[in-house]
């Protein structure tokens, strides 16, 4: 019997607007790309890598399949989700040849941080028909999954046409999002139906994605990957040599800031300060291209500071921070997850601008330090709502109530660092997304009717 996934009626039978619309789209996006090209050379001002490797976002690129398995995801954020599933498959399948795409240089270089040669890699091809149809037959891939709610029409529509079974993963999906997805439904709702399973993380999400067009039986919630993080292995002894560097002092980590927020943050660090609270300050920008423009505004402050990048020396146990350094600039990639354990309490960004949608913060959980947030965090809502019922994080609403919480964190760190142990039970309690999304995958490969 023909599984739904392969049958031809269901491609040839797509409704005319869908199709329509998904070739005017496609006309659209082919003629915006001198303009897009043009973004990336723009933006490679900051961000150097920007203008390499171009012509793998045309197709053109050296990998080739067949691969058992594709992953997909689309920045850092996804990437780090995608990083613990590949894991768990290639422990499993460690024959399988594994393609992850991304779409940004801090997704790439995470993913060849962490994998080396163990999986092949290249940039995701724009989202046209003449660009992917190609590119998708030379790569060959059985299954592709997605991590997170990045859909796009033609990905989605191709793979589907060349019977590759698709997986959304770890999908989250807004109320604001879902209704924005409702009014396109025409384009949303084929979309979603060739798709072969979803794991939503919470039963929000779910219920959102068959009000959109998802097909019930196709959805499953299976928590979310991000609950599965794990301290890395060597953390005892980084811990040891960095808390040795800051002299013991009280630590608290800005992590994640986007532009408009650090000279907030900064502002609540002077107001410790004058409160004749000595704490260092870390703060971590989400973007690369952002860690010049913070160390201006760090000098700024006519306070020592010290950049992560200068700093050599930390297996000499005879080295210090000089005494007065008040902040320190995390301009590298791939250590956040490291510097939360110093931190008595964690502040992230994403979350005091009117455009952000909030950062993960079960990075700093897992070490029991607590978060406190912005108000803006409708991308997290579920998890920081579960935070807050244990007392794991605060959402503060202006820049006063973040001073008051921070003050209270170091006035009494006993409470604070129980609320940090509050919030790691929780996050242990519901550890187990990983396992269970990597089992579609590897199930759906055994079963798999061609």
Not at 432 to 445: F, K
Request: glycine share 6%; net charge positive.
């Amino acid at each position: 019997m023909m599984s739904r996934h392969n049958s031809k009626d269901s491609i040839n039978n797509s409704p005319p607007l869908y199709q329509g619309v998904r070739t005017l789209y496609s006309v659209l996006f082919t003629l915006a790309l001198p303009v897009i090209f043009l973004s990336k050379v723009w933006r490679s001002r900051k961000a150097p890598a920007y203008r390499q490797r171009f012509a793998e976002r045309i197709g053109i690129t050296t990998v080739k399949g067949p691969f058992d398995l594709w992953v997909h995801a689309v920045s850092l954020g996804e990437a780090n989700v995608a990083i613990p599933l590949i894991e768990r498959i290639l422990n499993d399948q460690p024959d399988w040849r594994i393609l992850v795409t991304t779409m940004t240089p801090t997704g790439s270089a995470r993913v060849t941080q962490i994998f080396k040669e163990r999986v092949s890699h290249c940039y995701l091809p724009y989202d046209i028909p003449w660009v992917l149809t190609p590119w998708m037959k030379r790569i060959q891939a059985k299954q592709l999954a997605i991590i997170e709610t990045e859909l796009w029409p033609n990905l989605i529509h191709i793979a589907h046409r060349l019977g590759t079974r698709i997986h959304l993963l770890n999908a989250r999906l807004s109320e604001k999002s879902a209704q924005g997805y409702a009014k396109v439904g025409f384009i949303t709702k084929p979309m979603l139906e060739r798709i072969d399973s979803i794991a939503a993380q919470d039963a929000e999400t779910q219920t959102r994605l068959i009000r959109i067009g998802a097909l019930p039986e196709c959805v499953k919630v299976t928590g979310s990957i991000k609950f599965d993080v794990s301290p890395p292995a060597d953390i005892e002894a980084f811990s040891h040599q960095w808390k040795s560097l800051l002299n013991d002092r009280p630590v608290w980590i800005a992590a994640s800031t986007h532009e408009g927020e650090e000279a907030l943050l900064l502002e609540v660090q002077k107001e410790l300060l004058n409160s004749h609270l000595f704490p260092i300050m870390i703060i971590a920008p989400r973007h690369p291209e952002r860690f010049e423009s913070v160390a201006q505004l760090l000098k700024q402050t006519g306070k020592t500071w010290v950049k992560r990048s200068e700093v050599h020396s930390v297996q000499e146990t005879s080295y210090r921070l000089p005494e007065d350094t008040l902040y320190l600039l995390l301009d590298s990639l791939g250590e956040l997850l490291n510097f939360y354990a110093l931190a008595n309490v964690a502040v992230i960004g994403g979350s005091f601008i009117p455009q952000g949608g909030g950062h993960n913060p079960l990075e700093a959980i897992v070490h029991a330090t607590p978060t406190i947030t912005g108000p803006n965090v409708r991308d997290f809502k579920a998890i920081y709502q579960q935070l807050g019922s244990v007392s794991g994080s605060e959402i503060v609403e202006n820049q006063q109530a973040l001073f008051e919480q921070l003050k209270k964190a170091f006035l009494n760190p006993s409470d604070t660092k129980k609320r940090g142990e509050q919030g790691r039970a929780y996050l242990l309690n519901n550890q187990g997304a990983t396992l269970a999304q990597a089992s579609m995958i590897l199930n759906s490969s055994v079963n798999k009717n061609v």
